[in-house]
C-alpha cells in the first residue's frame, strides 16, 4: 500500500505476490502472538484452518499509494550500464546513477547487482576485453530474472551509425546492426529476459536503414523490450522522470512493461516536447514496435513542431490555428504576409500550415492535460 518499506505480512496465497507493511495493517500487541503461530495464514486477514484468528478485525489507517492492483515483484534484478569506454561523466552516468539509486533501496536483503561495463570495439584488443568481461558478468547474471540493460553512446547524426570506439584517440562509429551484434553477443545468455534503453540520439530512429538494424537485432536476440527516443540532440535529463515511472510499474510493481509504458507517460514532465518514445515488444511472439508522439495544439500539432518564425515574411509572431476533427489549420497574421513576395512582385496569400494526424494513431487517456495528449502509432 505504502512506499515505507519495514516489516511485512506476506500473502500465503500461492502465486499471489501481495504484501502490507506493519504500520498500514496493524495488529494490537497483545494479539501479536496469535498471528504468528505456524499455522496461521495471511489472506488479506489472519486465519486458522479458514477461520479468523482475531476477534476484531485489524486496522488499516492508510490509503494506497501505489496502483490497487500492484504486486511485489520480488524477482532478482541487475541493472547494467554499457558505455563507451571514456565517454564523459556528465553523458549518462549521472541519469543511470539516479534510476539505479531509485532501485536499490527495495532489495534491502541483496537479490540486486549494478554494474559498469564499459566498450571499445574499434580494435582487436580492446574488443577482445570486453568480450571476456562482458562473458564474465553473463555467467553472474544468468541468476538474476530481470535485467535491464542501458547503452550509452554517441551517433552519428546524419548516417545514423552508432559509435564503437576510438582509433588513435578518434571516434569510429558503425552501422548499428553489426554494432549492436558485437555489443550483445557475449550478454546473450541474458539478453532474452532484458529490456534494452538506448541512450542514444534519434537519429538511429529516423536513419531508415539504421533503424531496420535495430529492429533486426530485436529478432535475432529477442530482448522483453527495448526503448528508444527520437529526439535529434537527446538531452537525458528529461528521460528520467518517464523512466523512473517505467522502472517503477515495472520491476517493483509488477506491470508488464506494454501497459506500464502507457502509464508512465502521466509523468514524463517535459519529455513529450523534446522526444517521442519508440517501445519494441512481444505480443504472441510476434514482434511489436510502437511510436508514443506527444501532441500539443499550440507548441506541437499532431507531433509537429509549429514554426517560429514565418518563412515566407519572416516575421516572429504566435500563429493563430484553427482546427478540424483530425486536422489543425495555422495561417501567418502579419498585415504583409506575401505582399510583393511573388513573381512579378504579385502578392501571394497569408502563409497558412496544415497539420494532419498521423495515420493509425490513436489517442491515449494517459499524460492528457489541457490541449495536450499523446498519439500511440504502430510501426
Known amino acids: 500500500m505504502c512506499r515505507d518499506g519495514g516489516d511485512m505480512w506476506v500473502c500465503d496465497k500461492k502465486g499471489r505476490n501481495r504484501v502490507v507493511c506493519h504500520k498500514c495493517l496493524i495488529v494490537s500487541e497483545e494479539y501479536m502472538y496469535k498471528v504468528k503461530e505456524a499455522d496461521v495464514k495471511f489472506i488479506c486477514g489472519f486465519y486458522s484452518k479458514g477461520e479468523p484468528v482475531l476477534s476484531t478485525p485489524p486496522i488499516i489507517p492508510r490509503g494506497f499509494q501505489h496502483a490497487m492492483t500492484s504486486q511485489v515483484a520480488p524477482l532478482p534484478t541487475a541493472l547494467v550500464h554499457l558505455h563507451l569506454e571514456g565517454l564523459h561523466q556528465d553523458i549518462g552516468h549521472p541519469q543511470v546513477a539516479m534510476l539505479h539509486s531509485f532501485l536499490q533501496p527495495y532489495f534491502p536483503k541483496g537479490d540486486y547487482n549494478f ?85 542514444v540520439c534519434g537519429s538511429v530512429v529516423t536513419n531508415p536503414q539504421s533503424f531496420d538494424g535495430v529492429k533486426e537485432v530485436a529478432q535475432q536476440f529477442t530482448p522483453r523490450s527495448m526503448l528508444l527516443f527520437d529526439a535529434q540532440h537527446l538531452q537525458l535529463a528529461f528521460t528520467v522522470p518517464y523512466l523512473q515511472s517505467l522502472l517503477d510499474n515495472t520491476i517493483i510493481q509488477g506491470f508488464p512493461i506494454s501497459n506500464a509504458a502507457k502509464v508512465a507517460l502521466n509523468d514524463c514532465g517535459m519529455l513529450g516536447r523534446h522526444s517521442s518514445i519508440i517501445l519494441f515488444t ?28 514565418c518563412p515566407q515574411c519572416g516575421t516572429i509572431q504566435k500563429l493563430v490555428g484553427g482546427s478540424a476533427e483530425k486536422a489543425i489549420s495555422f495561417e501567418c497574421k502579419y498585415s504583409n504576409c506575401g505582399k510583393n513576395m511573388g513573381a512579378d512582385r504579385r502578392s501571394l496569400p497569408p502563409k497558412t500550415f496544415t497539420f494532419s494526424i498521423p495515420e493509425n494513431a490513436t489517442w491515449l487517456p494517459q499524460g492528457k492535460r489541457g490541449t495536450s495528449s499523446w498519439l500511440q502509432i504502430t510501426l
Open 115 to 199: 554494474s559498469q561495463l564499459p566498450f571499445n570495439l574499434a580494435t582487436p584488443k580492446p574488443m577482445e576485453a570486453y568480450e571476456k568481461e562482458a562473458s564474465h558478468l553473463a555467467n553472474t547474471l544468468c541468476a538474476y530474472s530481470r535485467v535491464v540493460l542501458f547503452l550509452t553512446t554517441h551517433s552519428d547524426e546524419d548516417r545514423g551509425d552508432l559509435f564503437v570506439g576510438y582509433i588513435n584517440n578518434k571516434p569510429v562509429a558503425s552501422k548499428a546492426l553489426q554494432f549492436l551484434q558485437l555489443l550483445l553477443d557475449p550478454l546473450s545468455k541474458v539478453v532474452d529476459r532484458a529490456d534494452i534503453v538506448f541512450y
Open 282 to 309: 512481444w505480443q504472441e511472439e510476434a514482434l511489436v514496435v510502437e511510436k508514443f508522439l506527444w501532441t500539443d495544439k499550440h507548441l506541437k500539432p499532431w507531433g509537429h513542431l509549429l514554426p517560429v518564425q
